[in-house]
C-alpha cells in the first residue's frame, strides 16, 4: 500500500543524515570546550558525534555496497517494533500517552528546559527518526512528499516549543528572587528601518533560496488526474484540516466542521475580554500565568497538533489506525459496534425498543418521541451545560467567578466545556463504542 521504498536509497539518505547529526554535535562540543567550565559535557558530545559518524559510515557502506544486512546494526529491533504495533498503537494509548507526556513536561519544566537536557532530548528524537527509517513501512510514510514538511515542522514545533518555556522558566526564577524579567532588562528600542526590514530581507532571501533547492530536491507530490469513480484510499485533507477529518470519527459533521472550529476562532478572539490577569505583559511567564498557559498547551498541542500528527501518519486505508511500523493493508477490517446513549438505555437497560413515531404522524408528535427516545441523552447535555458552571464557581473556579463576574465568567466556563467535549467523547468511542450521545438521525442533528 505504501509503495516501493528503496532500502539502498534511504541507506544514502541515512548516510549524510548521520554525518549531519555528527556535525551538529561537534560543533555542540566546540561551543562548550570554549567555555572552559563545561570541559566534560564537551567530550561527552564529542563522543556522541564520533558515534554518529560510525553510524554513517554503516550506512554509506550500505548504499555503496548494497549489504542490506547490515541495516540491522542502525535499526530498531523487530521486537520493539512489534511491540509497538500490536500493544502501543491504539487511539486510547497513543492521546493519553500523549497527554500524559505534556503534563510531565510541565510538572517537572525546570528540568527539560535545561539547555543540556534539551539537547539530549533533540539526538534522541533523531536517532529514532534514523533507525525507523530502516523500516520500509515507517519510510513509505515519512518520506512521503506530502508528509516531508509535517516531519520538519513537527521538529520546529517542538524546538519552538522548548524555547518559550526555557525563556519563561528562567523569568520565573528571576521574578521569584525579586528581579525584573529579561525582557524588561533588554528593552532597547530598534528602528523599524533599517534595522528590522533589513533582516527581514535576509531572511526572505535566505527562505527563497532554501525553498528553490527544496523543490529542485524533492518530488512534487502530484498525483493521478481527480476521477470521480476512483479515489484515494485513504482520502485525506490537507494537514491542517487533519485535526477536523479526526474529529468527524467522534461528531456529526455539522459539529466537527462548523460548530467547533466557529467556537475556537470565537474564542480566541474574546480573549482579551476574558482575561483580567496583568501579570505576564510582554514577557515570557507560567508561574504568573499557569491558567492560561495550560489551557493553551491543552487546547493547541493536545487536542489540535496530536490530532494532525494522528491523521497523517497513523490514519492509514479506511481511516483504520496503523501502528508506525504497520503495512498499510487496505484489507484490514476492525469491528466498530457505534451504539448510541438512547440504544443503551432503551434496549440494553430498558430491555425494550427505542420508542418510535407511529408512520405518518405529524412533525409535533415525531418531535415528542424523539424527545422521549433521547431524554436520557438531553439531561446529560444540559446539566453538563447548565449544572458544571455553578459548581465550578464554587469550586476550581471560585477566584475566576469574583473577578470576572456573571457574565465573562459564563462566556469562559462554557468555552472549557464546549472545549472539554472533544476528549470526552472520544474517551465514549473508545472505551464503550458509544457514537452520539444525543441521536436524530430523522433531522440529520446528532452530538
Same mark, same amino acid.
Given at each position: 500500500? %505504501?509503495?516501493?521504498? /528503496?532500502?539502498?536509497?534511504?541507506?544514502?539518505?541515512l548516510?549524510?543524515?548521520?554525518?549531519?547529526?555528527?556535525?551538529?554535535?561537534?560543533?555542540? =562540543?566546540?561551543?562548550?570546550?570554549?567555555?572552559?567550565?563545561?570541559?566534560? +559535557?564537551?567530550?561527552v558530545?564529542?563522543?556522541?558525534?564520533t558515534?554518529?559518524?560510525?553510524f554513517?559510515?554503516?550506512?554509506?557502506?550500505?548504499?555503496?555496497?548494497?549489504n542490506?544486512?547490515?541495516?540491522?546494526?542502525?535499526?530498531?529491533?523487530?521486537?520493539?517494533?512489534?511491540?509497538?504495533?500490536?500493544?502501543?498503537?491504539? &487511539?486510547?494509548?497513543? !492521546?493519553?500517552?500523549? #497527554?500524559?507526556g505534556?503534563?510531565?513536561?510541565?510538572v517537572l519544566?525546570?528540568?527539560?528546559?535545561?539547555?543540556?537536557?534539551?539537547?539530549?532530548?533533540?539526538?534522541?528524537?533523531?536517532?529514532?527518526?534514523?533507525?525507523?527509517? !530502516?523500516?520500509?513501512n515507517?519510510? &513509505?510514510?515519512? !518520506?512521503?512528499?506530502?508528509?516531508?514538511?509535517?516531519?520538519?515542522l513537527?521538529? #520546529?514545533?517542538?524546538?519552538?516549543?522548548?524555547?518559550?518555556?526555557?525563556?519563561?522558566?528562567?523569568? /520565573?526564577?528571576?521574578i521569584?528572587?525579586?528581579?525584573?524579567? %529579561?525582557?524588561?532588562?533588554?528593552?532597547?528600542?530598534?528602528?523599524?528601518?533599517?534595522?528590522?526590514?533589513?533582516?527581514?530581507?535576509i531572511?526572505?532571501v535566505?527562505?527563497?533560496?532554501?525553498l528553490?533547492?527544496?523543490?529542485?530536491?524533492?518530488?512534487?507530490?502530484?498525483?493521478?488526474?481527480?476521477?470521480a469513480?476512483?479515489?484515494?484510499?485513504?482520502?485525506? $485533507?490537507?494537514?491542517?484540516f #487533519?485535526g477536523?477529518?479526526?474529529?468527524?470519527?467522534?461528531? /456529526?459533521?455539522?459539529?466537527a466542521?462548523?460548530? #467547533?472550529?466557529?467556537?475556537?476562532?470565537?474564542?480566541?478572539? $474574546? *480573549?482579551?475580554?476574558l482575561?483580567?490577569? @496583568?501579570?505576564?505583559?510582554?514577557?515570557?511567564?507560567?508561574? @504568573?500565568?499557569?491558567? =492560561?498557559?495550560i489551557?493553551? @498547551?491543552?487546547?493547541?498541542?493536545?487536542l489540535?497538533?496530536?490530532?494532525?500528527? +494522528?491523521?497523517?501518519?497513523?490514519?492509514g486505508?479506511?481511516?483504520?489506525?496503523?501502528?508506525?511500523?504497520?503495512?498499510?493493508?487496505?484489507?484490514?477490517?476492525?469491528?466498530?459496534?457505534?451504539?448510541?446513549?438512547?440504544?443503551?438505555?432503551?434496549?440494553?437497560?430498558?430491555?425494550?425498543?427505542?420508542?418510535?413515531?407511529?408512520?405518518?404522524?405529524n412533525?409535533i408528535t415525531?418531535i415528542?418521541? *424523539?424527545?422521549y427516545?433521547?431524554?436520557?441523552?438531553?439531561v446529560?447535555?444540559?446539566?453538563?451545560f447548565i449544572?458544571?458552571?455553578?459548581?465550578?464557581?464554587i469550586?476550581?473556579?471560585?477566584k475566576?467567578?469574583?473577578?470576572?463576574?456573571?457574565?465573562?465568567?459564563m462566556?469562559?466556563?462554557?468555552?472549557?466545556?464546549?472545549?472539554?467535549?472533544?476528549?470526552?467523547?472520544?474517551?465514549l468511542?473508545?472505551?464503550c463504542n458509544m457514537?452520539? *450521545?444525543?441521536?436524530?438521525?430523522?433531522?440529520?442533528?446528532?452530538?
Amino acid at each position: 500500500m %505504501h509503495g516501493h521504498v /528503496d532500502p539502498v536509497a534511504i541507506s544514502g539518505f541515512l548516510g549524510w543524515f548521520y554525518i549531519a547529526l555528527a556535525t551538529m554535535n561537534y560543533i555542540m =562540543a566546540l561551543f562548550l570546550w570554549q567555555r572552559r567550565q563545561q570541559g566534560t +559535557l564537551a567530550l561527552v558530545w564529542l563522543g556522541v558525534g564520533t558515534l554518529f559518524v560510525g553510524f554513517s559510515s554503516l550506512a554509506f557502506s550500505v548504499a555503496l555496497g548494497g549489504n542490506v544486512a547490515m541495516l540491522s546494526w542502525i535499526s530498531i529491533p523487530e521486537s520493539i517494533r512489534n511491540f509497538v504495533d500490536n500493544r502501543l498503537a491504539t &487511539a486510547v494509548v497513543y !492521546t493519553s500517552g500523549t #497527554l500524559t507526556g505534556l503534563g510531565l513536561l510541565f510538572v517537572l519544566r525546570r528540568f527539560f528546559t535545561k539547555p543540556m537536557v534539551a539537547w539530549s532530548g533533540i539526538n534522541l528524537a533523531f536517532v529514532t527518526l534514523g533507525f525507523s527509517m !530502516t523500516d520500509k513501512n515507517f519510510a &513509505a510514510i515519512v !518520506t512521503k512528499p506530502d508528509n516531508v514538511p509535517i516531519v520538519g515542522l513537527v521538529f #520546529l514545533l517542538g524546538f519552538f516549543t522548548w524555547l518559550s518555556a526555557y525563556q519563561a522558566v528562567k523569568n /520565573d526564577i528571576r521574578i521569584a528572587a525579586g528581579k525584573d524579567p %529579561h525582557e524588561k532588562d533588554d528593552n532597547e528600542k530598534v528602528l523599524v528601518w533599517p534595522d528590522l526590514v533589513y533582516i527581514e530581507m535576509i531572511c526572505m532571501v535566505a527562505i527563497t533560496a532554501f525553498l528553490i533547492l527544496w523543490a529542485i530536491g524533492l518530488q512534487a507530490p502530484l498525483e493521478e488526474p481527480a476521477s470521480a469513480v476512483k479515489t484515494p484510499n485513504p482520502s485525506k $485533507a490537507p494537514w491542517y484540516f #487533519l485535526g477536523l477529518q479526526e474529529m468527524l470519527v467522534y461528531f /456529526d459533521p455539522w459539529m466537527a466542521g462548523v460548530v #467547533l472550529p466557529s467556537v475556537v476562532l470565537f474564542g480566541l478572539m $474574546a *480573549i482579551p475580554y476574558l482575561d483580567f490577569n @496583568q501579570d505576564g505583559n510582554g514577557y515570557y511567564t507560567i508561574d @504568573q500565568r499557569k491558567f =492560561a498557559y495550560i489551557i493553551f @498547551q491543552f487546547g493547541f498541542l493536545g487536542l489540535w497538533i496530536t490530532l494532525i500528527v +494522528l491523521g497523517t501518519f497513523l490514519r492509514g486505508p479506511n481511516w483504520n489506525f496503523f501502528g508506525p511500523y504497520e503495512e498499510w493493508d487496505p484489507h484490514k477490517v476492525v469491528v466498530l459496534n457505534n451504539v448510541d446513549l438512547s440504544e443503551y438505555f432503551w434496549v440494553w437497560f430498558m430491555g425494550s425498543g427505542r420508542p418510535k413515531a407511529p408512520p405518518n404522524s405529524n412533525m409535533i408528535t415525531t418531535i415528542g418521541y *424523539i424527545i422521549y427516545r433521547e431524554w436520557v441523552g438531553i439531561v446529560l447535555v444540559l446539566g453538563y451545560f447548565i449544572a458544571t458552571p455553578p459548581i465550578m464557581a464554587i469550586t476550581v473556579l471560585r477566584k475566576f467567578f469574583v473577578k470576572m463576574g456573571f457574565v465573562r465568567y459564563m462566556v469562559l466556563s462554557n468555552l472549557l466545556l464546549i472545549m472539554m467535549m472533544l476528549p470526552i467523547k472520544m474517551v465514549l468511542r473508545w472505551t464503550c463504542n458509544m457514537k452520539y *450521545i444525543i441521536a436524530i438521525p430523522e433531522y440529520f442533528q446528532n452530538l
